[in-house]
């Protein structure tokens, strides 16, 4: 009879990087309602549609409740006994024949921050490899490494109360009011009632775009050299902050030859931006005492994205937009925990808290801790164990929370890979695509099913907890990683997820004063955090993180992309839609959702569609040089003359990374997914 109480559970959103929290309902398995509560950190009582609807997929009748072990061409069912011990035959044949660099694995943010924090280990302690990476490959890398060369940190500087507080908000390559709904309501009612300015750069004219007081449209993958011009012009003007610059950075000299070539005529011949255009954005940022620059995936999805995230926070150093409230750099986290999944080491070349794998000291400590010699060497990333499956040397994969087959560019080729496999795990909620291929299939627990945290896009750590039993047989990860870390010989004791953050607490000095007690209810931390649980909301108020507590400004070169040809002569953008999360396996399971949005959809311009003889629902085929799609067209003018819009939402027939290639950012090797030629036919 208990099961049929109405209880109500403290948990965290796990649709976008916002980290919404929020209470939920329940009855017995069913999910009554979700209620955000004022002392909500991120998001207060609001909460966008995916949040408050989009739980009915915990009970779909496709969820995995058994583990799954490949006979054939099918799956049979099995007892958790029997395939932990067959994941831990092969992996220990596979460790003795090959090496332990032959096997990889890949947390996501669908983990918690305690699950990502044991899958590192399970790679390095139990396995002997740094063959681990994360699903922020395929999104947020290049910002990381944009802010960690110049500020220090990889993570937003700010809090998303800064954002609210601004003056000038800067928005460049996110469809925020769809990806991050709750954290554009912000910036909307900041420009309703206090007068905030908003600038936005996009391909797209989408909701932020048409509010915005300045709306910039440059031609794909070419943000870095708009911005260059624009600094270069603030410096020529005297505009740039001389004392931040004097006491705060180093480089500026060197930084200010590097600009040389952007003039704004350079910047208006190649970025399509009138130059008058390009002044008022200057003098919009001259007059603004406090600017946030906000941006995602239309920046980072490219080859020169790690560039372009370097040339954002090289604008806001040169500016002083810094350490003070309202300033700051904010690539947003699309993901849930994609920043605890980075945060928490699984990483290829980080241990937890971004100590690299290579020092000495660190390994040493890690060592001691965890009573096993640590690989010395960095490991591979999503994008080269790809590769390196194709090539031979990698013969074991395992990835937990991640539809790689989907998600990853060029899906053809990473689907040739898992063929290839020696041996392949996928422990998930549902049989996905990438599950398909596996030779044994784990089934894990959603968010509302276990206990952990989560860290938002401002670096805030929450804890959510359990509203339901885990369905079936099925077990939350870090139990399955437990046990299978167990089964191995590793004699791991945890019972609770508290007693993994403690572990890493006490391991990593960026979580120094981390603890359960501390996050108790809506309580959080955003890190880093001291042993006192004094915690930063706002970062580099006095020092940059680096040795001599400066930042440093980073010359830069345009990366132009590939772009458009006389054969594939149509650029395809692609992004979110409100209604879904991801590649839709969730949300296409709540019903309500699903009638919204029931299917993908290619945005066609006008002009495009009256030269192509396009109506609205037309059937095309979309034809890249790497694969096609066939979807319908919808006419609208968010999308102008040759360029395309494809939600990267679908996982059938439209699903955008079959025309997706092989070209990453060139620092961090994140797909280019932004840059993609097409030719159409009418079908
Ligand atoms: Fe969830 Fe993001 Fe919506 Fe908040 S804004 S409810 S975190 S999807």
């Known amino acids: ?326 300033t700051g750099a904010y690539p947003l986290r699309g993901h849930n925990n994609v920043q605890g999944a980075s945060d928490f080491g699984s990483m290829p070349n980080n241990f937890p808290g971004y100590e690299s794998v290579t020092d000495d000291a660190v390994r040493a400590r890690y060592e001691q801790a965890w009573g096993v010699e640590l690989p010395k060497e960095p490991g591979m990333n999503n994008h080269n164990m790809v590769n390196a499956i194709h090539d031979g040397k990698l013969k074991a994969l395992y990835i937990i929370g991640e539809d790689m087959g989907i998600v990853d560019s060029n899906i053809n080729y990473v689907q040739a890979a898992f063929e290839k496999l020696d041996f392949f795990v996928v422990q998930d909620i549902f049989l996905t695509k990438t599950a398909e291929y596996a030779d044994v299939v784990l089934p894990g627990s959603p968010s509302l099913e276990k206990e952990g945290t989560f860290t938002n896009t401002e670096r805030r750590i929450q804890r959510l907890y359990r509203a339901l039993e885990p369905l079936g047989d099925s077990k939350p990860d870090w139990m399955i990683l437990r046990d299978l870390a167990n089964v191995m010989g590793a004699n791991w004791h945890y019972e609770h997820p508290s007693e993994i953050m403690d572990e890493a607490a006490k391991l990593a000095p960026l979580f120094a004063g981390v603890t359960y007690e501390r996050l108790e209810g809506y309580n959080s931390l955003q890190w880093p955090v001291t042993e006192d649980g004094k915690d930063s909301p706002l970062l580099y108020t006095e020092r940059f993180n680096f040795p001599d507590g400066k930042a440093r400004l980073y010359p830069l070169e345009w990366i132009e992309p590939d772009g458009t040809d006389d054969e594939y002569d149509l650029h395809v953008n692609n992004g979110r839609l409100l209604e879904h999360f991801h590649e839709g396996n969730m949300t296409y399971k709540v019903e309500g959702i699903r009638a919204k949005t029931p299917q993908a959809f290619v945005e066609v311009s006008p002009e495009l569609a009256k030269e192509r003889g396009l109506k609205d629902g037309t059937l095309v085929r979309l034809q890249s040089r790497y694969g096609a799609v066939k979807v319908r067209a919808f006419i609208t003018d968010r999308v102008k003359g040759h360029e395309l819009y494809l939600p990267m939402n679908d996982a059938g027939e439209a699903a955008v990374n079959r025309l997706t290639g092989s070209k990453t950012d060139v620092e961090t090797n994140t797909p280019a997914y932004k840059d993609v030629a097409v030719k159409m036919d009418v079908l």
């Open 1 to 326: 009879m208990r099961e049929h109480r109405i209880k109500k559970t403290k948990t965290v959103c796990t649709y976008c990087g916002v980290g919404c929290s929020f209470h939920v309902w329940t009855k017995g398995r069913k999910v009554l309602k979700v209620e955000p509560h004022p002392e909500s950190p991120a998001n207060g009582i609001s909460t966008c549609v995916k949040g408050k609807f989009g739980w009915d997929f915990v009970n779909s009748e496709e969820r995995l409740t058994k583990p799954l072990i490949r006979e054939g061409d099918h799956f049979r069912e099995a007892e958790w006994e029997e395939a932990l011990q067959l994941i831990a035959d092969r992996l220990t044949e596979i460790k003795e024949t090959d090496g332990p660099d032959a096997t990889a694995f890949i947390s996501s943010s669908k983990c918690t921050n305690e699950e990502s924090y044991l899958m590192q280990k399970f790679a390095r302690a139990v396995i002997g490899t740094n063959n681990i990476d994360n699903c922020s490959r395929y999104c947020q890398s290049p910002a990381t490494q944009g802010l960690f060369r110049t500020v220090g940190y990889g993570g937003d500087s700010g809090s998303i109360r800064d954002i609210a507080t601004a003056d000038l908000v800067i928005v460049i390559g996110s469809n925020t009011a769809e990806s991050h709904p709750v954290l554009a309501t912000r910036v909307k009612r900041a420009q309703k009632l206090n007068g905030q300015k908003l600038i936005v750069a996009d391909l797209r004219r989408h909701e932020m775009a048409e509010r915005a007081d300045i709306f910039l449209h440059p031609r794909a993958g070419s943000d870095l050299v708009w911005l260059s011009a624009v600094t270069k012009y603030i410096i020529d003007k005297g505009w740039h902050d001389t004392r931040f610059l004097e006491e705060r950075v180093n480089g500026f000299e060197e930084y200010v030859a590097s600009l040389e070539p952007f003039t704004l005529e350079y910047a208006e011949e190649v970025t399509g931006i009138p130059r008058a255009t390009l002044i008022r954005v200057a003098e919009a940022i001259r007059d603004a005492d406090t600017t946030c620059v906000l941006w995602a995936m239309g920046v980072t999805q490219q080859q020169g994205g790690s560039n372009t995230s370097t040339a954002i926070s090289n604008l806001l150093l040169v500016t002083g937009n810094y350490g003070r409230p309202g």
